[in-house]
């Protein structure tokens, strides 16, 4: 069975060059097993694939392409403090913020573009917990924002030979 990198690289995918913060935040913090990203938008080479509200400029299927794009520099931003996608045991987190027009009800299947992606990644370790939550707006007047919280495989402990 081939891992999450070559999962991706199957599915005609390559991890994005980690997207630089729009303010005083790194991309991803890791503590302990656990990693967790900022708020990561659906930028390619440092602009916006989509911009405004969903339900009006954005249709919901565009944003869900969106939410892929955002996770896509999340996955990005956690194979740079890990070295690997081969590296995460589990996606254990999504949490999708979507802007909508105030009558857009359909955050969940926006959602499901992240969602989808990782779950064709990681499979089994990509079963994750998620919130989709509409919010008035986002940074840059972006559709979607992406945050994942996932839990880094363990290392083997290398004990030192020792002569005697």
Not at 61 to 79: G, K, V
Request: proline share 8%; charged share 15%.
């Amino acid at each position: 069975m081939s891992g999450p990198a070559a999962r991706l690289a199957e599915l005609g995918l390559t991890l994005p060059p980690v997207a630089r913060p729009l303010a005083a935040y790194v991309p991803a913090v890791r503590t302990g097993d656990l990693v967790y990203t900022s708020g990561q938008l659906p930028t390619v080479g440092g602009r916006l694939v989509a911009a405004g509200k969903v339900g009006a400029e954005v249709a919901p299927e565009i944003a869900a392409d969106c939410a892929r794009t955002a996770t896509l520099n999340a996955l990005a931003a956690i194979a740079d403090q890990l070295g690997s996608l081969d590296d995460i045991a589990q996606v254990v987190k999504v949490v999708v913020f979507v802007a909508g027009t105030p009558d857009f009800t359909g955050q969940p299947a926006v959602g499901n573009g992240a969602s989808q992606l990782i779950g064709d990644v990681f499979g089994d370790a990509g079963r994750h917990a998620r919130s989709a939550v509409g919010v008035a707006s986002l940074p840059l007047d972006a559709p979607v924002e992406v945050e994942l919280i996932v839990r880094a495989a363990a290392r083997p402990v290398i004990q030192p030979v020792v002569s005697v």
